[in-house]
Every structure is written in structure tokens, then in C-alpha cells.
Nanobody
Framework: QVQLVESGGGLVQAGGSLRLSCTAS????????MGWYRQAPGKERELVAG????????YYADSVKGRFTISRDNAKNTVYLQMNSLKPEDTAVYYC??????????????????WGQGTQVTVSS
């Protein structure tokens, strides 16, 4: 079955950096668009970034533009989220998402085909 396994979360001070990784199995990775979502306590899950199957088309939420970078290594079945200049408001559980369509991975809970289990990111002020 399809599995998406995130890693790289943790506690960091404001202004610091983290790199999240998500390794996929059970699917042909190069055929899937990938994305990252986050959910803070008491808030809805929100899209952070997305990458098309080939990695040529990227999407970023306005709140992370210029600070976060999504990339993928299709040879390693892994998508990354490099997070720089972290702010306390970036604190959330971050989820990896996969779908055969780029629009699907951007569509949220109603459109994403597969989800990871999430990794906690905490940014202290």
C-alpha cells in the first residue's frame, strides 16, 4: 500500500531553519505531484507548497513565499521542504501529500489522494 513517511520536524528558535523530508513507497513517485500542508491547533489544514510530478511547476502559499522551498528527488522517492527564517506562526503539524494530479495535491482534504502521518514543527519566540 502507499506510505508517505515524514521526518525532520522539531523545535527551533525563531529565525532558524529546518528541512522536512517525505519518502514515498507503494507508488510510482515520478507520476505523482507532491505537496506539504500544515495544521496548527484549532485551525484548518492549509496548503503550504506543491510540486508537479516533474518538479517544474511549483506553488507556494503567500505566507511562506521567499522563506520555504519545495523540491523533490525522484530517484530517491523523496520530497523536501526547506524552511528558513521560521516564525512562531509556522508552528504546526506538517503533512506530506500525494496525488496523481497537480491540481489534486493543491485541492486539500477533498482532493489529495494520500497523506503522511505528520511531523511536528515548533518555532519558539
Amino acid at each position: 500500500q502507499v506510505q508517505l513517511v515524514e521526518s525532520g520536524g522539531g523545535l527551533v528558535q525563531a529565525g532558524g531553519s529546518l528541512r522536512l523530508s517525505c519518502t514515498a513507497s507503494g507508488l510510482t513517485f515520478g507520476n505523482y505531484a507532491m505537496g506539504w500542508y500544515r495544521q496548527a491547533p484549532g485551525k484548518e489544514r492549509e496548503l503550504v507548497a506543491g510540486a508537479s510530478s516533474g518538479g517544474y511547476t511549483l506553488y507556494y502559499a503567500d505566507s511562506v513565499k521567499g522563506r520555504f522551498t519545495i523540491s523533490r528527488d525522484n530517484a530517491k522517492n523523496t520530497v523536501y521542504l526547506q524552511m528558513n527564517s521560521l516564525k512562531p506562526e509556522d508552528t504546526a503539524v506538517y503533512y506530506c501529500a500525494a496525488d496523481r494530479r497537480f491540481q489534486g495535491v493543491l485541492a486539500g482534504t477533498g482532493g489529495v489522494g494520500y497523506w503522511g502521518q505528520g511531523t511536528q514543527v515548533t518555532v519558539s519566540s
